[in-house]
């Protein structure tokens, strides 16, 4: 009993010591170290805006038109203010209808708070009556009793039982005896261990050159006689490529999209469209006859079916909405695709030869896209906004409501796409990008619910299952290159890469049938015929003194509309591309082309910049921080560094120019809200995904040679080191060549030397 009253003490006196020190800690936090931390933020903050101000608008507004001045930053300021000036003012008549409000019901707001008082007085006095109700019962419960007549019962032996708390303590006892035992037996075995290491060093052992090891020692010691062991045999090493077939894949060259076919075991793909169109999502049917695709031959894009026996291409669905990225049933009766018709991504179902359809299966708000249809033929895979990001959905067909619909990934920081069931059904193949590195994952299945961990087996995206479903295919992406990569998955390492080209790959299918030999003269014909070139790079004749090339002055609205006669013809064919598929003059202005050689920088920018080498141009930045923009920028990963997608909102908006966006864009003008987390992360992303048809302007500027250029390592708190408004037309040519084509080399030294 006194142990246990002092077990007791123990606990209460380091309870109320706990408290102690938290009031303690809580004391010193809000009274003595918030306050200090609360003014260096602010102090922070105010120089911030002091260096912002006087520091970085200056050294930008030197050199600049008044006329750009006062639009680029007059202009917003000029805005902000009136905002501001409305805010006030909406602010003080929203106070005096507070104050007018008080006036007029403070009365009654006194009435009914005592009312509330004496309803919370009348409460209280009827728990304390129950309360001694209560008690009285309680004590008359436990009112003694009188004694009874004690029975003695015949004694009995029996072993008593020990008290609790003796019990405890022969524990611990016992606990500690054993303890020791160990620690002076683990003592003693040190100390002999040297001895025994002595005695085995006094052993002279010898090793006998017999072909089974014997030892023998000097000592009377048993001989030991090696048994000899089978040799290895090596595992053998599986071939991706032995499901055979073929694979259907979108190549893009020459500013279009065609479908072509290359068959396991060949060099070289065969083209199966040449339409000047774009022709791209291919899908083959299940028997290998048909292959369905998506395309814009007829203005907008539209589901087709290419029948292989005779090269003809028939058109499935007829509506202006955007339709695309086709999936066949098992049976090969029915289609899923899918479409834009009620002003977001949806799925829908068609049959395959046009009779019955298009019928929804998709209505949530969210986008569904990049449908798969399961080899039972009674479950569909698709990609979905609904949990906030990219994540992977399975339907049934036999329960097909958008509330049926589980997420099978469920993974908040990680962005999944492109699903494909296995042959099986066991495994679902999907692309990751989350990391930088887009990597292929092939998730195990369980009556289509995961049944472990997704397993990596590549780099790359577009995955595709072998006829088998040993393999998968896939397109990477490296140094301008594209492979498309079958990967065994009992070997990760084992990838042998089975075409590779300068164009860009897509979307690639994997059948087991093969094309018909010989081929149809329709599709005969399109092998065989060849991509004609964007635009002509006409260069002025070389001189024979000075610089080799000649600056071309450049009809768009630009500080210094210059560039170098060797990329002139590419950007002039590039805006008119752009205005002819967004329906606007999106390079018709910009905020700036050529730079002189002796410009300088802005703080923590390189002054050897693209710009000299009149090979480079920006556009305004102001299109994507407006309230409604008419650009859209999407972040993307690669490797470490950080790449801004542009996409071009459209004129037309009926399904004829551009298609539905598929990813979240960044919102810049988060930086300069009321959160000071989205300054420290230059922004964030939107909350939805934007609404309408955008063209992809990184996408059309690669046709043309002007590729994108990644940010700075500082992009998330100096505004100038986002550049996402850079583009650049290098040519496989280093900076100190393509400037060496405008300037002589001792200019260049004198003014880099320096």
């Known amino acids: 009993r006194l142990l246990r009253l002092v077990w007791r003490g123990w606990g209460w006196a380091g309870l109320a010591l706990r408290r102690l020190l938290t009031q303690f800690a809580r004391f010193i936090w809000r009274r003595i170290l918030a306050p200090p931390w609360r003014f260096l933020g602010r102090l922070g903050l105010a120089l911030r805006n002091l260096l912002t101000l006087f520091i970085w608008r200056p050294l930008r507004f030197m050199g600049m038109p008044w006329w750009l001045l006062y639009r680029r930053y007059l202009h917003r300021t000029v805005s902000s203010a009136l905002r501001r000036l409305g805010g006030v003012a909406l602010s003080l008549l929203r106070r005096a209808g507070q104050a007018v409000t008080r006036l007029l019901f403070r009365p009654l707001r006194r009435r009914w708070r005592k009312g509330q008082m004496r309803r919370v007085r009348r409460r209280r006095e009827w728990r304390t009556r129950v309360r ?21 019962a ?15 303590i022969t524990r611990l006892a016992t606990t500690g005896l054993a303890l020791g035992l160990v620690i002076v ?27 089974f090891v014997t030892v023998t020692a000097t000592s009377p010691v048993p001989t030991a006689t090696a048994t000899p062991l089978p040799s290895p045999t090596p595992w053998p090493t599986p071939d991706p490529l032995n499901g055979g077939g073929s694979v259907v894949f979108t190549l893009r060259q020459q500013g279009n999209s065609d479908l072509y076919a290359l ?11 040449d339409d000047p169109a774009e022709d791209r999502d291919p899908a083959w049917s299940p028997d290998g006859s048909e292959i369905a695709f998506s395309s814009r031959r007829d203005g907008n894009w539209e589901i087709y079916v290419l029948r292989l026996r005779d090269g003809d291409v028939r058109r499935l669905t007829y509506d202006t909405a955007f339709d695309g990225g086709p999936s066949w049933s098992p049976d090969g009766q029915w289609l899923v695709f899918e479409s834009y018709r009620s002003g977001s991504l949806d799925l829908f179902l068609l049959s395959s030869d046009g009779e019955q ?5 998709t209505q949530h708000p969210a986008p569904d896209f990049s449908p798969a249809w399961s080899p039972d033929g009674r479950h569909i895979a698709f990609t979905s906004w609904r949990s906030g990001n990219k994540d992977i959905y399975i339907l049934s067909l036999d329960d097909a409501a958008d509330n049926a619909a589980h997420n099978i990934t469920g993974t908040p920081r990680q962005s999944e796409d492109n699903p494909a069931f296995s042959p099986d059904g066991a495994f679902l193949a999907y692309d990751d990008a989350s990391s930088g590195r887009r990597l292929v994952y092939a998730l195990p299945l369980s009556d289509y619910r995961p049944a472990g961990q997704p397993v990596s087996h590549g780099q790359g995206q577009h995955p595709s299952w072998s006829p088998d479903g040993k393999a998968l295919t896939f397109i990477y992406n490296s140094g301008g290159q594209y492979h498309l990569i079958a990967s065994s998955l009992d070997a990760w390492s084992v990838a042998p890469q089975s075409f590779t080209t300068p164009a860009r790959l897509a979307g690639a299918n994997w059948s087991a049938h093969v094309l018909p030999q010989p081929l149809p003269r329709a599709l005969e014909t399109i092998s065989h015929s060849l991509s004609q070139p964007l635009f002509q790079e006409s260069v002025a004749p070389v001189a024979a003194e000075g610089p080799p090339f000649l600056l071309r002055e450049i009809p768009v609205d630009a500080p210094a509309p210059y560039l170098s006669d060797r990329v002139d013809q590419s950007f002039l064919a590039l805006r008119q591309r752009v ?27 390189n002054s050897q910049t693209w710009n000299k080498a009149g090979r480079a141009f920006d556009y305004l930045s102001d299109r994507a921080l407006a309230f409604d923009p008419s650009v859209v920028i999407v972040p993307r990963r690669e490797e470490a560094d950080t790449y801004w997608r542009t996409y071009l909102k459209t004129t037309a908006q009926d399904g004829t120019q551009g298609e539905p966006l598929r990813d979240l864009p960044w919102n810049f003008r988060a930086r300069f809200g009321p959160e000071p987390r989205y300054y420290d992360q230059g922004g964030k992303l939107e909350e939805q995904v934007p609404v309408g048809y955008f063209a992809d302007f990184t996408a059309l500027a690669a046709d043309y040679g002007w590729t994108w250029s990644p940010a700075n390592d500082n992009w998330r708190t100096y505004f100038p080191g986002i550049r996402f408004w850079h583009y650049e037309n290098r040519q496989d040519l280093t900076w100190e060549q393509a400037m060496l084509e ?9 003014v880099f030397r320096r």
């Open 132 to 152: 001694v109700w209560q008690a009285r019962m309680r004590v008359a419960l436990l009112r003694p009793q009188p004694p009874r007549k004690a029975v003695i």
């Open 579 to 605: 205005e002819a598929e967004t329906g606007w003059d999106f390079l018709g202005e910009l905020d700036q082309m050529y730079e002189a050689i002796d410009g300088q920088p802005l703080p923590g920018q």
């Open 263 to 273: 068959s396991i075991g060949k060099s070289q793909p065969v083209r199966l469209t």
């Open 357 to 361: 359809g298009p019928i929804p299966l």
């Open 185 to 211: 037996a683990s003592m003693i075995t040190a100390q002999q261990a040297p001895r025994l290491r002595g005695a085995a060093a006094e052993n002279e052992y010898q090793i006998s050159s017999s072909k």
């Open 154 to 168: 015949p004694a009995v032996p029996r072993f008593e039982e020990t008290p609790q708390p003796r019990r405890r």
């Open 742 to 750: 405008l300037h002589p080399a001792d200019v260049l030294l004198a």
